[in-house]
């Protein structure tokens, strides 16, 4: 069974950072494209990372470039998302997903609370 596990969200002030982490197990992700989406009150779950589990060139929505870096964890099954200079509008749950490098976001995880005070 494929789990995904999203943890370290929490409140932060505005120009705080977060190290979002995603716990991933129950199958090889090789050739997985893992990402991390947000949803934010009253709006609808938008792109924020992507990047392939094997490696290579990473993938950012524009409201986040030079902000937020995903990464993943080399001895573990676990991705990251860095997140620097957050912004009140940065407020959202988090959510780690991930895909086959051909085809729709399959598994998600429960999501994590990011809230960003002014």
């Known amino acids: 069974q494929v789990r995904l596990v999203e943890s370290g969200g929490g409140l932060v002030q505005a120009g705080g950072s977060l190290r979002l982490s995603c716990a991933a197990s129950?199958?090889?992700?090789?050739?997985?494209?893992m990402g991390w989406f947000r949803q934010a009150p009253g709006s609808e779950r938008e792109f924020v990372a992507n990047m392939q589990w094997n490696g290579g060139s990473a993938n950012y929505a524009d409201s986040v470039m030079g902000r937020f870096t995903i990464s993943r964890g080399n001895a573990n099954k676990s991705v990251y998302l860095q997140m620097n200079s957050l912004k009140p509008e940065d407020t959202a749950v988090y959510y780690c997903?991930?895909?086959?490098?051909?085809?729709?976001?399959?598994?998600w995880g429960q999501g994590t609370q990011v809230t960003v005070s002014s």
């Open positions: 129950g199958r090889d992700f090789s050739g997985y494209v």
């Open positions: 997903t991930a895909r086959s490098r051909v085809g729709s976001y399959t598994y």
